[in-house]
């Protein structure tokens, strides 16, 4: 902590209450009996999940080109690190008004933005409760989002088979997500697109869906073929 202090020149309280936040995020972590600060475990979960998706990460990242070339909007690349949804790729569209909150490295609750959503749903039950009811704390962050609206919102996400959802993570906001599965039906990650509500209309909604489930099928095209 004293190294800290005198290297960020700010005031012992304050690099406290900076490192505890990174702490609680298992971002850092202090092994028991030492007074140094060492990566937390949510840094080893992330290397690995950037080396063992990068097969993924290649393939979808034209992909996501295509379908932002298409809608015109921001394209993600989402996969799931245990509790969290983790954005890993992204594309930019044309329209002037892009969504670029989420951005690589993007960390939330799964099941708050439309990629984790989609994953979400195809959880078996059990494991979706069980999600929804870690997360629920952590939820009062995102809006009026509540494990009950999530519920709510889950069950019709799996009725559609794919997910809407908007406001909770980036307000004024509505993202489309769908869940990408390889030849065994294990879910490997979620494509989604995004943009601000006046261009998210249902007809667009439905448009959009058709876009990204058919970018879908061509990336699960590849991934058997490997």
């Known amino acids: 902590m004293a190294d800290l202090v005198e290297l960020s020149g700010l005031e012992r309280p304050t690099v406290h209450r900076m490192v505890q936040a990174l702490i609680e995020l298992e971002l850092l972590r202090r092994p028991t009996g030492s007074k140094r600060y060492v990566l937390g475990e949510y840094c080893r979960e992330l290397a690995a999940a950037f080396a063992d998706r990068s097969d993924l990460r290649a393939i979808c990242e034209p992909v996501l080109e295509g379908i932002s070339a298409e809608t015109g909007n921001s394209t993600f690349l989402i996969i799931r690190i245990g509790l969290d949804s983790l954005c890993v790729a992204r594309a930019i569209g044309s329209y002037p008004i892009q969504v670029l909150a989420v951005k690589i490295g ?28 870690a997360n629920s704390p952590r939820l009062s962050g995102y809006g009026t989002l509540t494990a009950s609206t999530l519920r709510a919102i889950l069950r019709a996400t ?52 058709h876009c990204v489930e058919r970018h879908v099928l061509l990336v699960q095209d590849q991934l058997d073929a490997l």
């Open 106 to 133: 993007n960390r939330q609750p799964l099941g708050v933005g439309a990629g984790g959503l989609a994953m979400l749903a195809m959880m078996p039950v059990a494991d979706q409760e069980e999600v929804i009811s």
């Open 158 to 209: 799996q009725k559609r088979g794919h997910a809407v959802i908007g406001h909770y993570s980036v307000p004024g906001v509505i993202g489309i997500g769908v869940a990408l599965r390889n030849s065994s039906g294990a879910v490997l990650g979620a494509i989604t697109t995004a943009s601000v509500e006046s261009r998210m209309t249902r007809v667009d909604q439905q448009s959009a869906v």
